[in-house]
């Protein structure tokens, strides 16, 4: 596989997983707007009967909506980072890349301080997660405990836990967002090493065989290149063996 090929490949993957975003978010729209049709419909056909079940209830269908909508934002944000990757990608194709092994130590020291934003940045992405999720079951809790309760503290007590299961869900968006920019850049940096390392590695096969043939075909005692030169191929080749050590995987994320 030439690195062209493989760059080819990295944006294929990227578009099939834009493909898949992009369905998996219209599933989730569809269920998250019927569990709302649904539970709004049961909520309202009790406000006469019933108002301290029937609030709660309509607000369990409320909270199905305010987790639909963080669910969407996140996932458009998912997306902007694999457009992000798949862009870079092309411009690679149109620009080539630097292969200096200035910057490719660079580029190392660069992935791993990613890595370590990414890690303390995914950490409260789940941290935010947990509480968006236990502000919902609060939600959803109101709404079973309205209907063994009469008491006007139920449908209140719905209303403040809606209110704070919003401000949750903005800190589940905002957390998200920014840990998909580090993901989009750590990608685009392990991409650029990856394929840099490809490119000298196909370099080093190169040089390789046309070294080969000119033993063969030159006589023993006779050199087409100095004592310099020769050292200078075989520190190029020991560098090359340690940049086929390093083929960073790239960060997958669904939300």
């Known amino acids: ?99 200096k092994s200035e910057t490719m130590k660079n580029r190392k020291d660069l992935i791993n301080q990613k890595e370590l934003t990414r890690k303390e940045q995914e950490s409260n992405f789940l941290n935010a997660l947990s509480s968006h999720r236990f502000a919902s079951a609060l939600v959803a809790g109101a709404a079973v405990v309205g209907g063994f309760v009469t008491s006007t503290l139920v449908p209140v007590a719905s209303a403040v836990l809606l209110y704070i299961q919003k401000k949750k869900d903005d800190k589940v968006v905002s957390a998200n967002k920014e840990l998909e920019e580090t993901v989009m850049k750590m990608n685009n940096v392990i991409n650029d090493y990856n394929v840099a390392g490809k490119v000298l590695n196909q370099k080093n096969k190169q040089q390789t065989t046309t070294t080969k043939k000119v033993v063969v075909e030159e006589p023993t005692n006779t050199k087409s290149y100095s004592i310099e030169d020769e050292a200078a191929v075989d520190a190029y080749m020991r560098g090359l063996d340690r940049f086929e050590e390093y083929d960073y995987e790239r960060q997958k994320r669904r939300i």
């Not at 990227?14 to 019927?34: H, V």
Request: overall charge positive; hydrophobic content about 35%; proline content about 2%.
């Open 1 to 99: 596989m030439t690195t062209k090929q493989y760059v080819e490949n990295l944006t294929k993957e990227l578009k099939g997983q834009m493909d898949t975003n992009l369905a998996d978010r219209r599933k989730m729209k569809f269920w998250y707007n019927l569990g709302t049709i649904v539970t709004g419909v049961c909520g309202a056909s009790y406000l006469a009967a019933n108002p301290y079940f029937g609030l709660p209830v309509i607000g369990f269908a409320v909270s199905l909506q305010f987790t639909k909508k963080m669910k969407e934002d996140a996932s458009k944000d998912s997306y902007n980072s694999l457009v992000g990757q798949a862009e870079h990608l092309n411009n690679m194709l149109k620009d080539g890349i630097d292969i």
